[in-house]
């Protein structure tokens, strides 16, 4: 399973981004995909999950509100749309997608930077 995102860039407080990730290879198996986020010097945090069966999510309580995660099955495309940024947000985010049979696995992005200024 390979991830490829796009979409992140430099944006005004206040403002909007929507990042995007493309899965290719054997998806059958992954059972939860979303996004995490790292800015400097913290760890690598939860920003959302979506539950590739059921269509469930959840969200962290900072980006409650803020951040909705969609899909597209037909492209193999989940997608982060970001409204109302604050600089807090500024981080590295990641794709990222979970699978748990026939062996527990995590697959990630390269990641892409999301800058956001006051």
């Known amino acids: 399973v390979r991830l490829v995102e796009s979409g992140g860039g430099l944006v005004q407080a206040g403002g909007s981004l929507r990042l995007s990730c493309t899965l290719s290879?054997?998806?059958?198996?992954?059972?939860?995909m979303g996004w995490y986020r790292q800015a400097p010097e913290k760890q690598r945090e939860i920003v959302t999950l979506?539950?590739?069966?059921?269509?469930?999510?959840n969200y962290a309580d900072s980006v409650k509100g803020r951040f909705t995660i969609t899909r597209d099955n037909t492209k193999s495309t989940i997608y982060l749309q970001m409204n109302g940024l604050k600089p807090d947000d500024t981080a590295v985010y990641y794709c990222?997608?979970?699978?748990?049979?026939?062996?527990?696995?995590?697959?990630w992005g390269q990641g892409t930077q999301v800058t956001v200024s006051s």
């Open positions: 979506m539950n590739t069966h059921g269509g469930g999510t």
């Open positions: 990222c997608a979970f699978q748990m049979t026939p062996n527990k696995r995590d697959y």
């Open positions: 290879g054997s998806t059958v198996n992954i059972v939860a």
